[in-house]
């Protein structure tokens, strides 16, 4: 919790710029390095601040028991509110904070002005918004921020919470004590070591199993040792009618039952309590049922097919369904190797074939052989025959069309 700020126009901000001050000085409070020809100074990182705290005290002092100055004080506060309140007399004071020769001083003012505006024309800002308003410390100061165990969420700064993120094994506001499930090793004034208990141990005295002090959920304390709960024999476990548990350590597992159980004890066909439809008890275990063996399949040209825990209807090879009928399938024709040939085409196969057998009868007939001669002889004629036919065919085709 942030502290609150005593009550008071001047000790009050005095207090909150002093505040402001107490953190570590940021880059633009530290005045500029000298030229390197010089040795560098180290200025008090708080030295502008307090400066700037001082003379802000000076000039409420000095305008404690000033007035607006128009002669009719009554009216004015009437119409103007009161002037120890006024935005005139805040003015006047921070006009006078800082010496015109005084950079850092008006560079801090300028940053500090929204903290100074807000208490000014709000008196309890400061107390209801504390976190946003001051810059946020966490526990053990600027030195030793949580204890050393920790990281301070905010580093001082207005954005931050002030709460500190502890490291693994540390604990409370300020990480100066062990979490859960880590006992001390040593402590002193300044120095604090946190080891981890064994493995189900929630507190512990010390490293070993039988040091428990409290146990993990899941476990229960038996003579100063963790020892798991078997949640599956007790009413702790949860599963569904269709699932069986599993104990681990510490815990339970729901696994689901085989296909062929309504509701098991374990893993298996041989675990149900009673068999799916579809299966049927033999022995100790539920096994598939082949509803094929019987006529299940009443439709022409069907045939039964069994699945695991049911059958299915499907049409006989060479048929296929077509609204809910199984109908015998047609298969096409073959076209043939020629069927896709334009008529010019097939006409000059014709003519690359009978020369292909024209030329083997012209070789074996230049040997000499009277009956391959003969052959060949008659092939020619045969073609010239048929290539005067089809000329002479097309010759008179020509004609009659007028071409």
Known sequence: MAPRPPRG?????????????????????????????????????????????DSFNKGLERTNRDNFGGGNTAWEEEKLSKYK??????????????????????????????LVESWWFHKLFLQSHPVWCLPTAC?????????????????????GSGHCDCQAGYGGEACGQCSLGYFEVERNASHLVCSACFGPCARCSGPEESNCLQCKRGWALHHLKCVDID??????????????????????????????????????????????PGYQQVGSKCLDVDECETEVCPGENEQCENTEGSYRCVCAEGYKQIEGICVKEQIPESAGFFSEMTEDELVVLQQMFFGVIIC???????????????????????????????????????????R
């Open 85 to 114: 309140d006024s935005e005139t007399r805040l003015v006047e004071v921070l006009e006078n904070v800082c010496s015109k020769s005084d950079f850092e001083c008006h560079r801090l003012l300028e940053l500090s002005e929204e």
């Open 231 to 276: 949640e599956c024999g007790t009413e702790r476990a949860n599963c569904g009618a269709d699932q069986f548990c599993v104990n681990t350590e510490g815990s339970y597992e729901c696994r689901d039952c085989a296909k062929a159980c309504l509701g098991c004890m374990g893993a298996g066909p041989g675990r149900c309590k009673k068999c799916s």
């Open 360 to 402: 083997a009868l012209a070789t074996l007939a230049a040997k000499g052989d009277l009956v391959f001669t003969a052959i060949f002889i008659g092939a020619v004629a045969a073609m010239t025959g048929y290539w005067l036919s089809e000329r002479s065919d097309r010759v008179l085709e020509g004609f009659i069309k007028g």
């Open 9 to 53: 126009l001047v000790p009050a901000l005095v207090w909150g710029l002093s505040l402001f001050c107490s953190l570590p000085g940021p880059v633009w409070l530290q005045p500029s390095p000298p030229p390197q020809s010089s040795p560098p100074t180290e200025p008090h990182p708080c030295h502008t601040c307090r400066g700037l705290v």
């Open 139 to 159: 526990p053990g100061g600027t030195e030793k921020p949580c204890g050393g165990y920790g990281h301070c969420e905010g580093e001082g700064t207005r954005g």
